[in-house]
Structure formats: structure tokens, C-alpha cells
């Protein structure tokens, strides 16, 4: 009897075993499938340099497009960017996804770039977005021993951020007369890399100045309205009435002096003004809010402006 029984629980246990072996892999639909995530596109770009003596429409046909073409995007950027204005020794970049055309990309200036694509009709489109830059926070320090320049440079900032900074303290101090040897500064600014390249440098966000002994602070400020400002620590806004000076001059050529020998008349007279040398098309700024009230040629004064900006001045 109880071999019986063993036998029975053999026969029994061999049935489950061959049906879970055979019974199920025979109408098997779990079946597990390696998925391949779709490959990422693939993005090409050609450069096309201005050269000198080129015009829109030669960059376009040397780019492979006809008159018609260069005429539509004319027009379609009427109102975001006048392509006839480009620039000798920037570059239209062609760029392509996965061998298809996408976009065709012109730098504007060191923040923004035209980009001109197609709609789903194959109509140029032309918009307008901000230069993508990889942006970190940098602090830098340096000392004063002949120039601003040479300091700011020395300290690793570039010619546009050292042209900030004296931007932030240009109410307070006068970068060409005041300056002397041992004055020191601090910057946070933003270093910004574009393409794993350098670009230019971005906004200054906080900077210290000492001049002559006179400790000057500054921290960028942006309100919700967008309003952008810089003020000391104790909150006060840099911005004063009047400038320290009206433009980004090189050097002055000759001061404030009650006997000053004229070059050209050739002898001594009162000079109750100061002539500030600087590059042809430098922009002539007022140094402080006004009214004009004349602008003409005044003989010896040349080409002349005068701002009435309150009851005194």
C-alpha cells in the first residue's frame, strides 16, 4: 500500500513539472523586449564669413539660396532684425538636424542672435533669442599701478567687463583724474563660455572700489518691474545728478585753468572748461537729465550743445 501510494505521488509530481515546463512555454505572450531608446538627432553646422564688399543677398546665394529666398527673409524679419545691416567678419551659420535643415543662426551683438527657420508650410521665419552661454559666478581682485586697464586685465577681466566696472562707479568716480597707484577693487561678475570657448564677459553683480584710501561698494539690483540699478550697502542708489564725466575718453587734453597757453592763438588765456581726447564716433553723453536749449556751431567751441538741467547749472 504505501509503495502504491510513492508511486502515485510520483506520477502526479512528473504531470505539474512537464505541464509548467511544456504547458505554459507553449502559449507563452510575456515574452520581455529589449527596447532601444531612439538615437539623439544629430546637429551639423556650416559658417559663412561676411567678407568685405558683401551683401545680403551674396552671403545668401553663397549659402545656396536664391533671390526669392534672400527677399523673404527680408521680410520676415522686417520687424525682429534688417539683415541688409550685417556685419563685416561675423558669420551666418547654417545648422542642420539629422542632415535636414533647421536653422540659419547670425549673431546680432554679444547677447542676442537673429535665427531663421521654417514653418510647417516651409515659410522663413525670423525670431529673436538671447546667445545661449554656459554662465558662472567669478570673483576677481587686482591693484592699481599705472591703469585701470592694465589692472583689470592683469586681474583677468576683459576690456568689456573692466569697461563696466568703471559703468558702475562712473557717478562717484572719475576714472581718468582720481586715479592712483595702490587703489585696489573686487568684482563678482559673470564669466560666461560659449561653445567650451570664452565669451564675453557678463553682468557685474557686485564690485568694490577703493580710491585714495575711500572705500566705494556696489551691488547689482533688479526690481520686479525689470528696473536694473546698483546701490551701496546701505541701499542708496549710485546714481547721482551729474557724471563724473560725459563720455569714455582716452585722455584730457587740457584742464580747467584760469592761464592756460592757447596752442593755436598762441598766448595765455583763461580755459574755464575741460577738452577730453577721445576716437572719432565716441558717444558724447549729458551729465545729467536736461533740457537743450541751443546746438549749433559756436566758433572756437566747434559743434555745440548747451543743457539747461536746473536753475543753477
Given amino acids: 500500500m504505501k509503495r502504491t501510494l510513492f508511486v502515485f505521488i510520483i506520477i502526479i509530481a512528473s504531470g505539474i513539472a512537464f505541464w509548467r515546463f511544456h504547458g505554459t512555454s507553449e502559449g507563452a505572450s510575456d515574452v520581455v523586449e529589449d527596447v532601444l531608446p531612439e538615437p539623439l538627432p544629430v546637429y551639423t553646422a556650416k559658417s559663412f564669413m561676411i567678407e568685405e564688399g558683401d551683401t545680403f543677398a551674396a552671403v545668401m546665394e553663397r549659402m545656396g539660396y536664391t ?5 523673404a527673409v527680408l521680410d520676415a524679419g522686417e520687424d525682429i532684425y534688417d539683415f541688409t545691416q550685417i556685419v563685416l567678419g561675423k558669420t551666418f551659420v547654417i545648422r542642420k538636424k539629422d542632415g535636414v535643415f533647421d536653422a540659419i543662426v547670425y549673431d546680432i551683438n554679444s547677447e542676442e542672435q537673429a535665427l531663421i527657420t521654417k514653418d510647417s508650410d516651409g ?10 552661454y554656459d554662465v558662472t559666478e567669478k570673483e576677481v581682485h587686482g591693484a592699481i599701478e599705472s591703469s585701470l586697464f592694465l589692472a583689470g586685465n592683469e586681474a583677468g577681466l576683459d576690456d568689456r567687463a573692466v569697461l563696466a566696472l568703471a559703468d558702475v562707479f562712473t557717478w562717484e568716480i ?15 561678475y ?15 553683480l557686485a564690485a568694490r572700489f577703493v580710491n585714495q584710501g575711500k572705500e566705494h561698494t556696489a551691488l547689482r539690483f533688479e526690481d520686479p518691474e525689470g528696473g536694473i540699478g546698483y546701490y551701496t550697502k546701505e541701499g542708496e542708489s549710485l546714481q547721482k545728478p551729474f557724471l563724473k564725466a560725459p563720455l569714455k575718453y582716452s585722455r584730457i ?3 580747467y585753468s584760469n592761464a592756460r ?13 575741460i577738452d577730453y581726447a577721445a576716437p572719432i564716433g565716441t558717444p558724447i553723453l549729458a ?18 550743445i548747451a543743457i539747461r538741467h536746473n536753475d543753477t547749472w
Fill in 67 to 71: 533671390y526669392e529666398d534672400m527677399q
Fill in 123 to 132: 515659410n522663413f521665419v525670423v525670431t529673436k533669442q538671447d546667445i545661449p
Fill in 174 to 188: 572719475d576714472f581718468a583724474t582720481v586715479i592712483q597707484p595702490g587703489d585696489s577693487f573686487s568684482v563678482i
Fill in 190 to 204: 559673470e564669466d560666461r563660455i560659449r561653445d567650451g570657448k570664452p565669451g564675453p564677459s557678463g553682468k557685474i
Fill in 253 to 255: 587734453s587740457s584742464g
Fill in 261 to 273: 597757453f592757447h596752442p593755436v592763438i598762441g598766448r595765455t588765456t583763461t580755459h574755464l572748461a
Fill in 287 to 304: 551729465t545729467g537729465d536736461g533740457t537743450v536749449i541751443r546746438a549749433s556751431w559756436n566758433g572756437g567751441y566747434g559743434n555745440f
